[in-house]
């Protein structure tokens, strides 16, 4: 044969050591993709890009949101719909409603009090935002506000868009 007596023991220390190296590897990958992606907040922005799109094109406000040239008081009922949105779409907690949008059409002229108002979801996520201003906590909902201008006939609005994303259970361990 062409071994040596030393070949055979640097092959045993071979083999700890490929077993060493891939314990490490598969305990780094294991602690770097245990914990989950925390994606409230871009899926929020996401969610707010959504309505502004469904309410404005172009820098002019949509026609289904008026009715006889004045806000449709009933666009409230049919906004989910007008929207294309599903906010319990896994149907996997509870049945609770992981998301909150709201929207506040400002007329340029008065700017302290809505002109009109459209919301939908669970409303009770919108107190986390208020906590949310103080300090960022990562168990309760994320929240954005997004503003933006359109127009309609002339008139010139300031749309806040506030969106609210929960699903703390998926994102946050």
Known sequence: ????????VISVYWFVILII???????GVSAFYSHPYDVRAIEAEVL???????????GKLNDGLFKDGNFDAGFNQKF?????????PEKSFENVEQYYV????????????P??????GNQNLASNCEIQ???????????????????????????????VVRKTEKNVK
Do not use: P
């Open 21 to 27: 190296v891939s314990v490490a590897v598969v305990y």
């Open 1 to 8: 044969m062409w071994y040596k007596k030393g070949d055979k």
């Open 115 to 120: 002109a009109f108002a459209v919301y939908g």
């Open 133 to 163: 201003k103080e300090e960022d906590y990562k168990r309760i909902a994320k929240c954005l506000e997004k503003r933006f201008y359109s127009t309609y006939a002339g008139d010139q609005y300031l749309i806040k868009i506030l969106s």
């Open 48 to 58: 707010s890009n959504k309505i502004a799109d469904c309410f404005s094109s172009e």
């Open 80 to 88: 989910m719909s007008f929207c294309k949105l599903d906010f319990n």
């Open 102 to 113: 709201k929207a506040d059409f400002y007329k340029i002229d008065n700017l302290n009090e």
